[in-house]
């Protein structure tokens, strides 16, 4: 079997190329980041080095021919940047590389999506995946959602080619970019003090990043329909003052003291970021749509996952932040 996963060079894509790796499957990785790449490359992986949004269709063509199946990770997330920016990485990128595939033979494509989808500024419990919100929250949701859109299109014009959509939460683990990185610049920056709405009392599900390489094996090996989504998370829901916590106190040994936000405070204050980035182009610390994950509950339910994909997350919440903590201790 020979795999192409894209978004290689972030956190999510480089455990998917490492896990595969372990495995002896024989995989091409693609990606924008040359330094990741070369590391890549010095465990004898072939890596392209590629933005997806630029790439012509002749190469994408190139790039997937003789491929089983492709990973599709790659993508703008972020809460904040251009509409157009997200239109190219996350709904153009994703539409070429799909009929690339389909024109090349390809049998199956596991493409990465969101929960952002989901979220509407609302306690949500056991959200199954045919809720959405009636607007988007933000380019990325709105994109991520289209993305979507595109494989299902996919799925019709090409038979032979089986799609599968998956919609993690918040993936956390080695190489991780985004979540825990965020939260722990925030400690350093305040000192050990960490305001959040409600105290940190959130209820949120979480994935530990090896549990969704799991699941997108699961997408690889079955015999499923096309077009299908699926929730992915450890299915253990807690608040996030007692994940941090965990990691951070009991773990990491860093100092730590949440300080409880009036959530409307913090909403009116990413705001007033937002104004000020939209003048000065730069990423606004924090964001209103930040300000509301930290302040809802959102739980999923896996029911599908659980008896189409077979999914059981393997690795349990506890476990997956006493690995996070060991990498980073070692990592940095």
Not at 205 to 234: C, Q, R
Request: charged share 20%; aromatic share 8%; net charge positive.
């Amino acid at each position: 079997m020979r795999i192409l996963v894209t978004g290689a060079t972030g956190g999510l894509g480089r455990n998917c190329v490492e896990y595969l790796h372990k495995k002896g499957i024989e995989v091409y990785a693609t990606g924008r980041r040359i330094d990741i790449g070369r590391a890549l490359q010095n465990l004898n992986i072939k890596f392209i080095a590629a933005d997806l949004a630029r790439t012509s269709s002749e190469d994408l063509l190139r790039m997937v021919e003789g491929v089983d199946a492709v990973w599709h990770c790659a993508a703008l997330s972020s809460p904040w940047g251009s509409r157009k920016c997200f239109e190219e990485s996350n709904v153009i990128a994703t539409a070429n590389l799909l009929e690339a595939c389909g024109n090349a033979g390809v049998r199956r494509f596991v493409h990465i999506s969101t929960p952002a989808i989901y979220f509407d500024f609302t306690h949500r419990y056991n959200i199954d995946e045919s809720f959405r919100a009636k607007m988007a929250v933000n380019d990325y949701a709105r994109t991520k959602a289209l993305a979507e859109s595109e494989v299902k299109s996919a799925s019709a014009r090409f038979p032979e080619l089986v799609t599968t959509i998956l919609r993690p939460r918040a993936i956390f683990g080695p190489y991780d970019q985004v979540l825990m990185p965020r939260l722990s610049e925030m400690l350093k920056v305040r000192q050990g003090r960490l305001p959040l709405p409600r105290g940190g009392r959130a209820l949120i599900d979480m994935t530990y990043v090896e549990n969704a390489v799991h699941a997108m094996w699961l997408a690889t090996i079955k015999d499923i329909p096309s077009g299908l989504a699926f929730n992915i998370t450890n299915n253990e829901p807690e608040q996030i003052a007692i994940v941090l916590e965990k990691l951070f106190v009991n773990q990491l040994k860093q100092k730590m003291q949440i300080i409880d936000v009036p959530y409307y405070a913090l909403a009116a204050g990413a705001k007033v970021l937002e104004c000020v980035s939209m003048l000065t182009g730069k990423e606004p610390k924090f964001t209103q749509y930040s300000a509301g994950v930290l302040a809802y509950d959102m739980t999923l339910r896996l029911t599908n996952a659980h008896n189409v994909l077979g999914y059981v997350p393997p690795i349990g919440l506890d476990e997956g932040i006493s690995r996070t903590a060991s990498w980073i201790s070692q990592n940095g």
